[in-house]
């Protein structure tokens, strides 16, 4: 992190407006290799729990920053610290992790996976964290007064909708959203759409998280996915996670189309639409590997009216995979998807689902 002063990370103080949009910006840039990610989370966790014992007071009048930088940091460098520090923290990180749209329950597996060997140490370090999100005393908002529903009061109210079957799920994220996302300006650039999902997510998770005694069986499944999928994040996390290796390789990938395409030697072989027809049923699965990501771009490149491109995703997506956006953890990979694709080399198109408010239900951008 070299471009930057990393100290204006390191010690909480009250932002401007500008400061707090440029120190976002310039956070976002960092990667898991950076050195910074560590030293900023060793800071924050120092201020925090050390010197102000987990403060609510405190948390709550750098919630958008500091608090949020130290939530960020302590997931993506989970595999590098100490287990008591871990456990500290993930019961009263639990709910920003969401709002910041981490997968909690991901970034738990790729920890016991890392971290155990054999079942027996998996299931052990798995029921520490358990029961510390369970007992967790913070409230879903520290920023609404007199709130004090906890992550196991809104998984227990997540349960109970679920008998109701999705309209009753439905009626439960619209209630928690204005507490959820409670911000006056919303202070991550989390789109409506992205809320809705984010609080699904937080509520699946909790479900799970504090119902599921052994997770041993669901981390097989996931892990046997991520590796038919090439997606390691031990190997490819650096590739993955940086911004400018996706960039380069879509610069890459639309040279190389124009290059053949002057050259008339035909047009480059693009197994996007494969990849679509090959995992309608568990697309959900495959839509943020790195094999789909770079393919969507090669298949985005062969159109020089990125409007245009964009429109023909969609009708592509729509006729390979119509009934997807029918299951919300499917919407949500899509909009992720979405979030991907603009950041490069598309911004400014819309998101390929929306949440349609009036309907309950996620649609196809027309």
């Known amino acids: 992190m070299t471009q930057y002063n990393i100290e204006q990370f390191l010690t909480p103080h009250n932002l401007s407006p500008s400061e707090h949009e440029r120190f976002w910006q310039e956070y976002w840039l960092l990667t898991p290799a950076d050195d910074a990610w560590q030293a900023i989370f060793e800071s924050l966790y120092s201020y925090f729990f050390s010197k102000k014992k987990l403060s609510r007071d405190e948390i709550s009048t750098y919630y958008t920053t500091y608090w949020s930088w130290l939530v960020d940091s302590f997931f993506r460098s989970l595999y590098r610290l100490d287990e008591k520090v871990i456990l500290e923290l993930v019961g009263p990180t639990f709910i920003t992790a969401h709002q910041l749209g981490l997968d909690v329950k991901q970034e738990l597996f790729y920890y016991m996976r890392n971290r155990g060997i054999e079942d027996e140490p998996i299931k052990s370090r798995y029921e520490l964290l358990r029961r510390e999100i369970e007992l967790c005393d913070f409230p879903i908002s520290l920023l609404v007064e007199n709130e004090a529903r906890t992550i196991k009061a809104v998984a227990f109210l997540y349960k109970q909708s679920l008998r109701g079957g999705q309209p009753a799920v439905q009626v439960l994220v619209s209630k928690l959203r204005p507490t959820i996302f409670s911000f006056e300006t919303e202070p991550f650039n989390v789109t409506p759409n992205e809320q809705v999902l984010y609080i699904r997510r937080l509520l699946s998770n909790a479900l799970y998280i504090i119902e599921q005694k052994d997770p041993i069986a669901d981390m097989v499944e996931y892990f046997d996915q991520v590796e038919d999928d090439g997606l390691l994040r031990e190997i490819s996390v650096e590739a993955f ?11 890459e990938l639309i040279a190389e189309h124009q290059a053949r395409r002057s050259a008339g030697v035909g047009e480059l072989p693009i197994n996007f639409s494969e990849i679509l027809d090959q995992h309608k049923s568990d697309l959900k699965n495959h839509l943020m590997q790195t094999p789909t990501l770079q393919a969507a771009l090669a298949w985005l490149s062969q159109y020089d009216d990125r409007a245009e491109a964009w429109r023909r995703l969609i009708e592509l997506m729509k006729t390979h995979a119509m009934r ?21 080399g598309y911004e400014g198109q819309p998101d390929l689902v929306y949440y349609d408010e009036a309907t309950g239900k996620f649609m196809w951008h027309s």
Do not use: C, G, W, Y
Request: glycine residues 0%; charged residues 25%.
């Open 324 to 344: 997807a956006v029918h299951d919300p953890d499917t919407a949500a990979r899509m909009i992720e998807f979405s979030d991907f694709l603009q950041a490069n």
């Open 241 to 251: 996670f940086s911004q400018k290796t996706l960039e380069d390789t879509q610069q």
